[in-house]
Structures are given as structure tokens and as C-alpha cells.
């Protein structure tokens, strides 16, 4: 590696620490476009357009009128888990940390900018996007409502998101669906409180709840290769209070519901609402329910993974075909319903902690396979 490829490096690796720092949660990250914008702009890396959908950033390289419109897309956003680790780089917020790696792909498409600058032969456009509010499933929505977006007309949009347990280096392609479709919901029951020696003049919610648990969990299909896949798991549960002389009466449950696409969503849904009815008459308990946090399932483009497929091979990295989707949600989904679009995995090492751990942390030596994918994408699309 020459030295001003070593330097770039070097670069990238302190922008990725400087973010794991400072970590901020969906629909509040300023300080984290604003560090990103300042990093465009000290390295000279293109046009700067700022509070798109919220606080994203785009940094647009135009090229020519004529050809396509290349996105590349990363994530701002931090997640509310405390941090284990102890390195110097460690978040300072308390209870808020980069445990997805969002930091580190903001860094490896921010470094984007010392190639894009350089290109002569390329037609059309390049945005890179750094999108907000990813783990809330709000993040892309916002971006697609937003002119500022739409006004860059865009025909391509890529993006990656690191594996752990995969071979280091290695890109994951996965030939359909990328991600799952993936909802939350709550369910209050509103029972009846009253003296715990005489819990028959009140209402109860706690054998219910048990009910509603055990009903729910037979809906599982816990096989991501099945085509009718789907995926109940309780979050949150709360009931009454710690004085014990008074019986219940108000209880809430949360779970998180994934299956491979909308129309499976659809039917579990459904098939929840049953429950829910069927049970809580039976306990004679009103109850009500909210679903929110929505991430539609990410479908590959054919010809975007085909794109994917070429890049890795002029990588000569080892490549993984993969034939399920993975079980996590992707607000990129928004994208791939619109555009055409794609995801591909970027293997974090064997030994690498799993997302969303306590002691997880991007491995600063996937930067440049990731940077060198997206080059390999925009190369591919702009100069044919």
C-alpha cells in the first residue's frame, strides 16, 4: 500500500473512532452530520447537502449530465445500549453506543470522497448518503419524502451492512431478500384493581398475559428458509406494582414480529388480532394495540446484485452466496419498494461480537474491502 493510500487510512480509521465517541440515537443525530459534513469539507470531498429527511448529509460528485444517478447509502444513527468496552475510543454518552457498526460504514463511504475527486472517466453522478434513523425503520421514509432527495433523481442505490461471524473480508450476496420484513407492537390490558385478599372484585390481567404468551409463541416458524418463515419474540412485559396488598389490574406486552415478506407480515398480523380478541374476551379485558417500528423486507434488484456479484469478483474477495435473508430488519427496504437497490453483506470476522452486544465494535480492518466494493459498484454503473 503507497503512503497516501496509508494516509487516507489512517484518516478513516480516526473519523470512525471520533464517531464511535460520540454516538447519538435515531432523529438526533446533529453532531454526528455535522462531523461528517466537516470531514467533506476539510478534505475537499464535493458538494455538501445537509437536513435531508431529518439530519442526513448527501455529498454529490457530478461527473456529467448524461448517465445514471449512483447512491451509496450508510447510516447515522447509534443504538441505546450502554457500552462493555473499555478501549480509549469507547462511547462517552452513557447508555448510547455504536453497537451495529454504523460508525465504521460512515467511515468507509465518507472515504469514497478521495477516489470520487480524482475520477475523469466516469458519466452520470454519485451521492453518497448518510441516512438517519435507521434502527427506528423511520430513517429512509423521511429521506424518500424529502425533495432534497428526490430532486437528485437517483437511478442505483447501494449499500452494505457488516457480519459478524463471517469470514473477515468476505461479501455475503444474498440473491433475493436481503432482510426481513419486520414489525413491533404493544398490547395494554386495561383490567380492574382491587385489595389482593379479595382479587374476585377486581380484574386481573395475569392469566391472561400467560395465555396471550403461549399462544403467540405457537405461531412461530423459526426457519429462515421456509418460505412461510415468521418470528414472534417478547421484548418488554410490565404488570402491577410492588405493593402487595394490591391484585393488578393493568399489564403491557411487547414483541417484535418478522417473516420473509409483507404479505407473510399481513397474515401473522391477522393472526395476532385473532388472538388478541379470542383471549382477552375470554378474561372479559379491554385491551388496545399499536404497531409501529415497520421495516419492509429488502428485495435485491436483480441487476443491482449482479452488479454486487462483478464487484466482489474484481476484488478477488471470497465470496458467499447466501440464500436466505437474514432475520434482522433494514429500513433499506423503503429504498429497494422504489428503486432499484441492493444490499450485500461485509463479513466482520469469526470472532467478531454479534450486533447489538454489549462489547461490540467495528473492525477497522474491513474499511477498505468496504470502500473498495463501492468502487468497484460506481465504476461498473457509470462507465457503461
Given at each position: 500500500?503507497?503512503?497516501?493510500?496509508?494516509?487516507?487510512?489512517?484518516?478513516?480509521?480516526?473519523?470512525?473512532?471520533?464517531?464511535?465517541?460520540?454516538?447519538?440515537?435515531?432523529?438526533?443525530?446533529?453532531?454526528?452530520?455535522?462531523?461528517?459534513?466537516?470531514?467533506?469539507?476539510?478534505?475537499?470531498?464535493?458538494?455538501?447537502?445537509?437536513?435531508?429527511?431529518?439530519?442526513?448529509?448527501?455529498?454529490?460528485?457530478?461527473?456529467?449530465?448524461?448517465?445514471?444517478?449512483?447512491?451509496?447509502?450508510?447510516?447515522?444513527?447509534?443504538?441505546?445500549?450502554?457500552?462493555?468496552?473499555?478501549?480509549?475510543?469507547?462511547?462517552?454518552?452513557?447508555?448510547?453506543?455504536?453497537?451495529?457498526?454504523?460508525?465504521?460504514?460512515?467511515?468507509?463511504?465518507?472515504?469514497?470522497?478521495?477516489?470520487?475527486?480524482?475520477?475523469?472517466?466516469?458519466?452520470?453522478?454519485?451521492?453518497?448518503?448518510?441516512?438517519?434513523?435507521?434502527?427506528?425503520?423511520?430513517?429512509?421514509?423521511?429521506?424518500?419524502?424529502?425533495?432534497?432527495?428526490?430532486?437528485?433523481?437517483?437511478?442505483?442505490?447501494?449499500?452494505?451492512?457488516?457480519?459478524?461471524?463471517?469470514?473477515?473480508?468476505?461479501?455475503?450476496?444474498?440473491?433475493?431478500?436481503?432482510?426481513?420484513?419486520?414489525?413491533?407492537?404493544?398490547?395494554?390490558?386495561?383490567?380492574?384493581?382491587?385489595?389482593?385478599?379479595?382479587?374476585?372484585?377486581?380484574?386481573?390481567?395475569?392469566?391472561?398475559?400467560?395465555?396471550?404468551?403461549?399462544?403467540?409463541?405457537?405461531?412461530?416458524?423459526?426457519?429462515?428458509?421456509?418460505?412461510?418463515?415468521?418470528?414472534?419474540?417478547?421484548?418488554?412485559?410490565?404488570?402491577?406494582?410492588?405493593?402487595?396488598?394490591?391484585?393488578?389490574?393493568?399489564?403491557?406486552?411487547?414483541?417484535?414480529?418478522?417473516?420473509?415478506?409483507?404479505?407473510?407480515?399481513?397474515?401473522?398480523?391477522?393472526?395476532?388480532?385473532?388472538?388478541?380478541?379470542?383471549?382477552?374476551?375470554?378474561?372479559?379485558?379491554?385491551?388496545?394495540?399499536?404497531?409501529?417500528?415497520?421495516?419492509?423486507?429488502?428485495?435485491?434488484?436483480?441487476?443491482?446484485?449482479?452488479?454486487?456479484?462483478?464487484?466482489?469478483?474484481?476484488?478477488?474477495?471470497?465470496?458467499?452466496?447466501?440464500?436466505?435473508?437474514?432475520?434482522?430488519?433494514?429500513?433499506?427496504?423503503?429504498?429497494?419498494?422504489?428503486?432499484?437497490?441492493?444490499m450485500f453483506g461485509l463479513g466482520a470476522g469469526p470472532d467478531s461480537p454479534a450486533l447489538h452486544h454489549t462489547d461490540y465494535d467495528f473492525p477497522d480492518e474491513i474499511i477498505e474491502t468496504g470502500m473498495?466494493?463501492?468502487?468497484?459498484?460506481?465504476?461498473?454503473?457509470?462507465?457503461?
Open positions: 500500500m503507497d503512503r497516501k493510500n496509508q494516509s487516507i487510512l489512517a484518516k478513516l480509521k480516526g473519523l470512525r473512532k471520533e464517531l464511535h465517541r460520540y454516538p447519538e440515537l435515531s432523529g438526533q443525530e446533529v453532531e454526528t452530520s455535522r462531523r461528517i459534513a466537516k470531514f467533506v469539507y476539510e478534505n475537499k470531498g464535493g458538494e455538501v447537502i445537509e437536513n435531508i429527511g431529518g439530519s442526513g448529509v448527501a455529498v454529490v460528485h457530478r461527473f456529467s449530465e448524461e448517465g445514471s444517478v449512483v447512491v451509496i447509502r450508510c447510516e447515522l444513527d447509534a443504538l441505546p445500549i450502554e457500552e462493555e468496552n473499555d478501549f480509549d475510543h469507547r462511547s462517552v454518552h452513557q447508555g448510547v453506543s455504536h453497537k451495529c457498526g454504523h460508525d465504521g460504514h460512515m467511515a468507509l463511504v465518507a472515504g469514497l470522497i478521495f477516489w470520487l475527486k480524482d475520477q475523469k472517466t466516469l458519466k452520470g453522478k454519485v451521492v453518497l448518503l448518510f441516512q438517519p434513523a435507521e434502527e427506528t425503520g423511520t430513517g429512509a421514509a423521511g429521506v424518500l419524502d424529502d425533495l432534497k432527495f428526490l430532486d437528485l433523481k437517483p437511478d442505483y442505490i447501494f449499500a452494505l451492512h457488516n457480519i459478524p461471524g463471517q469470514p473477515l473480508n468476505s461479501i455475503i450476496i444474498n440473491a433475493e431478500n436481503f432482510s426481513s420484513t419486520v414489525q413491533s407492537v404493544s398490547i395494554a390490558l386495561t383490567g380492574v384493581e382491587s385489595h389482593s385478599a379479595q382479587p374476585e372484585y377486581g380484574i386481573n390481567p395475569a392469566l391472561c398475559m400467560a395465555e396471550l404468551i403461549q399462544r403467540l409463541d405457537l405461531l412461530n416458524r423459526n426457519d429462515p428458509t421456509r418460505d412461510d418463515f415468521r418470528l414472534m419474540v417478547p421484548i418488554y412485559s410490565e404488570m402491577g406494582k410492588k405493593s402487595y396488598g394490591i391484585s393488578a389490574g393493568y399489564g403491557e406486552l411487547h414483541y417484535t414480529l418478522r417473516t420473509k415478506g409483507i404479505t407473510g407480515m399481513q397474515e401473522l398480523k391477522s393472526e395476532v388480532d385473532g388472538i388478541l380478541l379470542e383471549v382477552c374476551q375470554k378474561h372479559n379485558l379491554p385491551y388496545t394495540r399499536e404497531w409501529f417500528d415497520y421495516f419492509p423486507a429488502v428485495i435485491n434488484d436483480k441487476n443491482c446484485t449482479e452488479v454486487i456479484t462483478e464487484a466482489a469478483r474484481k476484488l478477488d474477495a471470497e465470496v458467499i452466496f447466501k440464500k436466505d435473508a437474514y432475520k434482522f430488519g433494514e429500513d433499506f427496504g423503503w429504498f429497494s419498494e422504489k428503486y432499484k437497490a441492493a473498495n466494493m463501492f468502487r468497484n459498484i460506481i465504476e461498473t454503473v457509470l462507465k457503461n
